[in-house]
């Protein structure tokens, strides 16, 4: 196929950026604030959930300021807002605005975590949350990651939709391949019947045995006519 080189090439692009955006390339790569791979979490009314925030820096960090935000349609204002002081010392809440709010993350191995604790949620906590860092040996503004809460009722079924997709996707795939090679055979099957049918045709109209295989331009000798 002709795009799979190109779809090659990409992809050796994309991990090689991604392997050297996490240390050695841009300075704005620099410090990274995650929320982790779901960018929605589902909680029940009147439980805990934890909303997860993680950061590193190649550079290093002293007092580096973090804060979360709470965004809905129709308020935006600081939850949290906290200080971590060197690589060596856990984050320091320095305001929140809720008492259902706890700071649960911790500095160790390299693991700069930031998440926080939301107790007793009610359905007017489903909104965004984003956690911002900004390091002060860095000259840039805050990085940020985002996550949105859903409070719900009760948990639906998990949610399978992406495994259904991949599963879906892999299954056509393998299905069409299946398809193409039979769609294959039935095309050289259908050629062989028809080259055979040719060749019964060619045989039977000659009428000649002498052909040795029948093909058009066979050696199949005519006699002359007349012989004197
Ligand atoms: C969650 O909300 C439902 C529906 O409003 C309510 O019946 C239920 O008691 C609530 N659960 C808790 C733990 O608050
Ligand atoms: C929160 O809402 C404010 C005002 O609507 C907006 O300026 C800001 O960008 C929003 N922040 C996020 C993280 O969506
Ligand atoms: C961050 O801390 C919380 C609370 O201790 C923990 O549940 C969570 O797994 C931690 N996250 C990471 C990425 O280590
Ligand atoms: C959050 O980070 C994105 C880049 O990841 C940036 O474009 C955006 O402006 C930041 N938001 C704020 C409110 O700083």
Request: aromatic share 8%.
């Amino acid at each position: 196929m002709p795009g799979s080189g190109d779809r090659g090439a990409a992809w050796a692009r994309w991990l090689g950026t991604g392997l050297l955006g996490l240390c050695l390339l841009p300075v704005s790569l620099s410090l990274e604030v995650s929320v982790g791979k779901a960018t929605t979490i589902y909680a029940v009314n009147g439980t805990e959930i934890l909303l997860p925030c993680t950061f590193s820096s190649c550079f290093g960090f002293y007092d580096l300021h973090f804060w979360w935000t709470y965004n809905n349609s129709d308020t935006s204002r600081t939850i949290l807002d906290g200080i971590v002081k060197n690589e060596k010392s856990d984050p320091k809440v320095k305001f929140k605005d809720d008492e259902r709010i706890t700071l649960e993350g911790s500095i160790k191995e390299k693991v700069n975590n930031i998440s926080i604790l939301l107790r007793n949620v009610d359905f007017s906590d489903t909104g965004k949350y984003t956690c911002f860092v900004k390091n002060p040996k860095e000259n840039h503004a805050g990085h940020n990651a985002t996550i949105f809460l859903q409070v719900v009722d009760k948990l639906e079924e998990v949610d399978n939709t992406v495994t259904l997709i991949i599963l879906a996707v892999v299954g056509g795939v393998i299905g069409l391949l299946i398809f193409i090679m039979l769609v294959k055979k039935f095309i050289a099957f259908v050629l062989k019947k028809t080259q055979e049918k040719k060749k019964e045709c060619l045989v039977s109209s000659s009428g000649n045995d002498n052909t040795e295989n029948g093909l058009p331009g066979s050696k199949a000798e005519e006699k002359p006519p007349t012989k004197v």
